[in-house]
């Protein structure tokens, strides 16, 4: 399939209730695929592998946790610490979500997860 990551973060990102236009949205896209990239590599290294529907709904998961992320937000749309926080909240709510209903079972198990 093509362009999977991309299909998946904005899957994410219409679970969160955003338009793929807003200007916020398409930035956090571009984190969540960058993101799943980096997780991509990791777990290649460790020879271990995911799907890059997994490593996506990690990365979206993954997001509040990286404060680079948090400062891109508030640095180039001017929005809060509390705001990006808010949003890389409902973006794992949305992950975790999809998971859910794509029976990624493993991806549930693991402590991105947790709540």
């Known amino acids: 399939m093509f362009f999977t990551r991309r299909r998946w973060a904005l899957r994410v990102i219409e679970k969160m209730g955003l338009s793929s236009t807003d200007q ?7 984190m ?19 799907s890059k529907q997994e490593q996506i709904l990690m990365s979206a998961a993954a997001l ?3 404060y680079s992320a948090i400062d891109r937000l508030t640095n180039d749309f001017n929005i809060s610490d509390e705001e990006a926080l808010k949003l890389f909240d409902e973006a794992k709510e949305a992950a975790h979500e999809l998971a859910t209903e794509n029976e990624f079972t493993s991806l549930l198990e693991s402590s991105w997860f947790k709540k």
């Open 64 to 66: 509040k946790d990286n």
């Open 24 to 30: 916020i949205a398409s930035e956090i896209v571009s």
């Open 32 to 50: 969540i695929i960058q993101g799943s990239k980096q997780f991509n590599e990791m777990f290649r290294q460790a020879g271990s592998d995911l």
